[in-house]
């Protein structure tokens, strides 16, 4: 073997080993599935004096209004997010990477429910506006608001479990 063979094996094996070094590690990253955590129950009072009573998840910190129900593929028909900020104002909220349609109840400080934005689009990044000054918002699967006939002007309260 020549030294012209030499040079060219030691080039290749010089160049194999630093694309060896310089590959990317491709780890697959794999999203968990974000569980559902009971953290108290809202109670919604209907003019015609009936209830609708269901598990709340409560969003009340900054990272958990940011995130809500983002990274979720399911929800309990009797389950919802409350979240709760510190007046009322003007809310808008948006569906990105939330995979779930959701209606969303917009409730002020008296907890009246003051408007809706039914049937939200999974990852619509779209505004979806509170129309009235709003304290509190409840995230719900789609087609509950008409399901259960919820309205303008019937109430909620909640409870925070210990």
Same mark, same amino acid.
């Given at each position: 073997? #020549? =030294?012209?063979?030499?040079?060219?094996?030691?080039?290749?094996?010089?160049?194999?080993?630093?694309?060896?070094?310089?590959?990317?590690?491709?780890?697959?990253?794999?999203?968990?599935?974000?569980?559902?955590?009971?953290?108290?129950?809202?109670?919604? =009072?209907?003019?015609?004096?009936?209830?609708?009573?269901?598990?709340?998840?409560?969003?009340?910190?900054?990272?958990?209004?940011?995130? #809500?129900?983002?990274?979720?593929?399911?929800?309990?028909?009797?389950? #919802?997010?409350?979240?709760?900020?510190?007046?009322?104002? !003007?809310?808008?909220?948006?569906?990105?990477?939330?995979?779930? !349609?959701?209606?969303?109840?917009?409730?002020?400080?008296?907890?009246?429910?003051?408007? =809706?934005?039914?049937?939200?689009? !999974? =990852?619509?990044?779209?505004?979806? !506006?509170?129309?009235?000054?709003?304290?509190?918002?409840?995230?719900?699967?789609? #087609?509950?608001?008409?399901?259960?006939?919820?309205?303008?002007?019937?109430?909620?309260?909640?409870?925070?479990?210990?």
């Amino acid at each position: 073997m #020549g =030294f012209k063979s030499i040079n060219r094996i030691l080039i290749l094996l010089f160049t194999i080993v630093i694309l060896a070094s310089c590959k990317e590690d491709k780890k697959v990253i794999k999203q968990t599935e974000v569980s559902f955590k009971k953290e108290g129950e809202l109670t919604i =009072f209907k003019s015609d004096s009936t209830q609708v009573v269901i598990d709340i998840e409560i969003a009340d910190t900054d990272f958990d209004i940011q995130t #809500g129900l983002m990274y979720r593929n399911t929800m309990q028909t009797k389950q #919802g997010m409350l979240f709760v900020f510190d007046d009322d104002q !003007p809310r808008s909220f948006y569906m990105k990477n939330t995979r779930i !349609p959701l209606d969303l109840i917009f409730i002020n400080s008296n907890k009246k429910i003051v408007s =809706f934005q039914k049937n939200a689009k !999974p =990852f619509d990044e779209s505004s979806l !506006p509170s129309n009235a000054p709003a304290k509190y918002v409840l995230e719900i699967n789609t #087609g509950l608001v008409d399901s259960w006939d919820i309205s303008v002007k019937d109430s909620i309260s909640y409870i925070i479990s210990l």
